[in-house]
């Protein structure tokens, strides 16, 4: 039997599946960071009619979905597996967006690398000969998140400088078994890597050591470079994960300064919004991707791309318990040519 | 490119994956029930030497995975992936395991369905050419599924007859792409059903008609009949759900009552066990079936089974909120023979 593997932790994709539509919807906030222009939806109110946060949140993760479906010209009935997650608890953005689109429905929980753990899964899906189409998607939303795993939003709790600000968005992506791409071609599934970082406000620190594991076995296993990457940019680690990142991956031999970026410093600007450390978040990773970068591989401008969302798996309960952040980074690599 | 789908929602496996391991740790109360001789490991205390009940369930869990994968004379390292999920909030027992084992990881979130969940993905995994070996794994714990979704314990809430007993254990099944059976067949992924029950003590309603529109499904996709299976096996639906199913089944035109059963019948003894109307959780489909059907299976008294775990998607939250309790089933065929 044809194993696809390529080392300890990759696998190579014998029919790259191609990217064949992306959709973001985000928040107010997010609409006047620097990526404004990139996303198809800004809201102006990120309670979007609802009557909570988190019936905002679904709603926002439902509608980018349908969204993604109609800009490929097609209907939920022509998806045979939704791949999604958020970081609420048992997930209810996802179920119930899933309710409401009817298709057969894979729930995942990677915190903010379910982007990259829904495209992992779904990639894998459709090179196997499983699925002609598939959609993954994630979201997150700052005043659901934030009640749930940290203050309520009334308390006015003053925020660290190494907190991050949890993105209000959601994107999703159409995969194809045919199509012009860009196309999913490496996939490099992350371990869980804890160096006993216990303050939940601090995830760039807790999930950096886990995108240097990934990044670095993604080199071993394909032979790749940061040189043969125009962008390797991680989920989000922000300004406090981003340093230590670049530090301890050129004690690993690799320079990454000319090509690396991450998704919490690119949706905002830290100065003026006043985010610290940088966005964070499910939909943080979403966005950026199935906004900045997949347009800008469309257009050409990036041609081979390295996505490495990053998650922080604990929980409130854990950290309570004397637990420390148990995190993981899944990497997939996003080409426009396929050999 | 080749496409294994078969009929609207099922995979038929080109190489079927085969159940090389499975592995059970159950509860004291568990171990009382008609099913003790076909577990691993009873335990007598279940804290098991831990300070809470979510370290307890991540013991559990990791120790289960650990004696599935010794059983089958293999390492953590020669897994190629870990797919796992639990109830609990951010899937904590399930992370903390897979830091523990240092597997590749990707985290599930179906409820009570997450063993077939982990058991759809695992085997299109393998049979994708993407790995050797997987391990399928999921656990809940009473005390600490009870004091999340519902009340603490020490509150002393009076349980109505509708309700189940969340399944302290664990199970974890090995699957590779080669070996001698049993072996995973088809797999049919559930839609999100939702009749409109918000009642969080009447689970069995609540899913009732996921598992029916999945089994449904599943025999117009493979045209197989329920005489063609030795037996079909709901995860959790108990005496409630389980009355509706066989009703509504046979409306349908399909009389499943010479063979179905559902894990959460199976593994208490209702009238002496006090159980009210079964067992429920994750680890209720996970222990029956990698405890009692698998043995059975290997001891051919059971040669095709089709298992169903069946999932609640909601949360307390998305119930405090007015919302009705979205469910889903996820179904897997396994066979002793192999065309």
């Known amino acids: ?144 998140a934030e009640r749930q795993f940290r203050f309520p939003l009334e308390y006015g709790s003053q925020r660290p400088f190494t907190s991050q600000w949890t993105v209000t968005g959601a994107g999703a992506t159409v995969l194809s078994a045919t199509g012009n791409g860009p196309y999913i071609t490496y996939i490099t599934t992350g371990k869980i890597k804890d160096y006993g970082i216990k303050d939940a406000n601090n995830m760039g620190g807790a999930m950096a050591p886990a995108a240097i594991d990934t990044i670095s076995q993604h080199f071993k296993d394909t032979g790749y470079s940061p040189k043969d990457y125009d962008l390797i940019i991680t989920g989000d680690l922000a300004l406090v994960g981003k340093r230590i990142l670049l530090d301890l991956m050129k004690r690993e031999g690799y320079d990454l300064s000319e090509v690396y970026s991450d998704c919490g410093l690119k949706i905002f600007d830290g100065e003026k919004q006043d985010t610290h450390a940088g966005g964070s978040g499910c939909g943080c990773a979403a966005v950026v991707f199935n906004g900045y970068i997949y347009k800008e591989m469309l257009k050409r401008n990036l041609n081979r791309v390295l996505l490495v969302a990053t998650g922080a798996l604990h929980s409130p309960l854990s950290i309570l318990q004397g637990e420390s952040i148990p995190a993981i980074a899944h990497a997939v690599t996003i080409d426009n040519l396929v050999e």
């Open 1 to 144: 039997m044809a194993i696809k593997r390529v080392g300890l932790q990759t696998v190579k994709l014998s029919n790259p599946p191609s990217i064949i539509s992306g959709a973001t919807i985000v928040g107010p906030k997010e609409g006047e960071g620097p990526l404004k222009e990139y996303f198809d939806l800004i809201l102006e109110d990120d309670m979007w009619g609802q009557e909570s946060f988190e019936k905002a949140e679904a709603k926002i993760q439902e509608e980018a979905i349908k969204l993604a479906i109609s800009k490929a010209n097609l209907s939920p009935n022509d998806i045979q597996y939704l791949f999604s997650g958020d970081l609420l608890n048992q997930i209810i953005s996802s179920s119930y967006t899933a309710r409401q689109l009817e298709i057969p429905y894979f729930g995942l929980y990677g915190a903010c690398s379910t982007m990259t753990e829904s495209l992992s899964l779904g990639a894998m899906i459709i090179d196997g000969g499983f699925a002609d189409k598939v959609v993954c998607a994630t979201s997150s939303h700052f005043s659901s």
